[in-house]
T-cell receptor, first 113, second 115 residues
Framework: AQSVTQLGSHVSVSEGALVLLRCNYS??????LFWYVQYPNQGLQLLLK??????LVKGINGFEAEFKKSETSFHLTKPSAHMSDAAEYFC???????????FGPGTSLSVIP | DVKVTQSSRYLVKRTGEKVFLECVQD?????MFWYRQDPGLGLRLIYF???????EKGDIPEGYSVSREKKERFSLILESASTNQTSMYLC??????????????FGEGSWLTVV
């Protein structure tokens, strides 16, 4: 069965520091991979996704993620954290475009002034 | 922009009441979903539908039913609400389109409190 692991349910960074949110998945085939963000009291919004092609994917708000097949990872990074980045982040995987999307448990990001 | 609209943001219902959560999407998506979100448990799929009048159980369907009479509308029904159904409910949709890579679009959520 497919699964998604996000290391660290809570991550705190200082404003201006590097953001690194970790995601590992299990999949028998190269999957579709997603990062979603949820701001307080809102639904989830797509940050970025990997389908095929270039393994470094750029998303909105300065975030990017790199698909590493050998490590079965899809970590999310941002060079410099901003206060507005404080939110819940969900990694998700789908084995194919027709399979259910499986969400990770989420990582809550706090940004300290 | 894709828009998924959930009719109620905040509801308070009594135990035993029948509750309807309504969701409408405006992008002609084939797939629609209902998730439940609880602290520490992430998102859990309740039901999904891949076509009008079609539905499939997700991971936690007990205590819930759904209705999809029109392509754009997907309703979640709690036949007899219980306090353990107090939660945030998220509706979502996605196109049946390989090029989209299975991207899911979410509504803003409905906070349900059962007292």
């Amino acid at each position: 069965a497919q699964s998604v692991t996000q290391l660290g349910s809570h991550v705190s960074v200082s404003e201006g520091a590097l953001v690194l949110l970790r995601c590992n998945y299990s999949s028998s085939v190269p999957p579709y991979l997603f990062w979603y963000v949820q701001y307080p009291n809102q639904g989830l919004q797509l940050l970025l996704k990997y389908t095929t092609g270039a393994t470094l994917v750029k998303g909105i708000n300065g975030f990017e993620a790199e698909f590493k097949k050998s490590e079965t990872s899809f970590h999310l990074t941002k060079p410099s954290a901003h206060m507005s980045d404080a939110a819940e982040y969900f990694c998700a995987v789908s084995p194919t475009s027709y399979d259910k999307v499986i969400f990770g448990p989420g990582t809550s990001l706090s940004v300290i002034p | 922009d894709v828009k998924v609209t959930q009719s109620s943001r905040y509801l308070v219902k009594r135990t035993g009441e029948k509750v309807f959560l309504e969701c409408v999407q405006d992008m002609d998506h084939e797939n629609m979903f209902w998730y439940r979100q609880d602290p520490g448990l992430g998102l859990r799929l309740i039901y999904f539908s891949y076509d009008v009048k079609m539905k499939e159980k997700g991971d936690i369907p007990e205590g819930y039913s759904v209705s999809r009479e029109k392509k754009e509308r997907f309703s979640l029904i709690l036949e007899s609400a219980s306090t353990n159904q107090t939660s945030m409910y998220l509706c979502a949709s996605s196109p049946l389109d390989r090029r989209s890579g299975n991207t899911i679009y979410f509504g803003e959520g409905s906070w349900l409190t059962v007292v």
